[in-house]
Antibody, heavy 120, light 109 residues
Framework: EVHLLQSGGGLVQPGGSLRLSCEAS????????MTWVRQAPGKGLEWLSA????????YHADAVRGRFSISRDNSKNTLYLQMDSLRAEDTAVYYC?????????????WGQGTLVTVSS | EIVLTQSPGTLSLSPGERATFSCRAS???????LAWFQQRPGQAPRLLIY???SRATGVPDRFSGSGSGTDFTLTISRLEPEDFAVYSC??????????FGQGTRLEIK
């Protein structure tokens, strides 16, 4: 059974940093692209970042490019999102997700979500 | 960027009725790379439909998707109590930044 277990959220001051983790199990992690998506309170879903299976290709949305960085450790079956220079508007529930298949950037499996609150 | 506009914003129906959700793209979605998700309060999204019309694993056949180009539809043929939730579309045409629609809330009438 596929499982994505997230950790690392919490309260952080504006300008601060956090690192989110997403530990995968139940599938061959190194064979799949992975993605981060967020949802601000009462808002819709927002695609943030994606990384190829071997980590040689990474994509970031304009809203977070230069501040957030996606990475992965295939030896640990773990996906990461390093978030720097956090702003109040980054307050959201953050989800990791497994790409459906090669070349299909939609998501059949999601983590449980982790809340990030940026506030002084 | 492809902007996805969903309508209506809220749909009020009763169990047993038919629900129809619309997702309109600002330009054509190549390959029909359009997905639909269901999201209940406090839960992660659940993939229902991908490729505009293919049901994801374990999704009941009362859910169906259709459309192509810029106009897509999700239909629930006969509503069950557990279907009342928010429904969102997503394009995954990688020629453009990936985006989601703003969602349609399905509420019990």
């Amino acid at each position: 059974e596929v499982h994505l277990l997230q950790s690392g959220g919490g309260l952080v001051q504006p300008g601060g940093s956090l690192r989110l983790s997403c530990e995968a199990s139940g599938f061959s992690f190194s064979n799949y692209a992975m993605t981060w998506v967020r949802q601000a309170p009462g808002k819709g879903l927002e695609w943030l970042s994606a990384i190829s299976p071997s980590a040689n290709t990474r994509y970031h949305a304009d809203a977070v490019r230069g501040r957030f960085s996606i990475s992965r450790d295939n030896s640990k079956n773990t996906l990461y999102l390093q978030m720097d220079s956090l702003r109040a508007e980054d307050t959201a529930v953050y989800y990791c997700a497994k790409n459906l298949a090669e070349g299909l950037a939609t998501y059949e499996y999601w983590g449980q979500g982790t809340l990030v609150t940026v506030s002084s | 960027e492809i902007v996805l506009t969903q309508s209506p914003g809220t749909l009020s129906l009763s169990p047993g009725e038919r629900a129809t959700f619309s997702c309109r793209a600002s330009r054509s979605v190549s390959g029909n790379y359009l997905a639909w998700f269901q999201q209940r309060p406090g839960q992660a999204p659940r993939l229902l439909i991908y490729g505009a019309s293919s049901r994801a694993t374990g999704v009941p056949d009362r859910f169906s998707g259709s459309g192509s180009g810029t106009d897509f539809t999700l239909t629930i043929s006969r509503l069950e109590p557990e279907d009342f939730a928010v429904y969102s579309c997503q394009h995954y045409d990688t020629s453009s930044p990936l985006t989601f629609g703003q969602g349609t809330r399905l509420e019990i009438k």
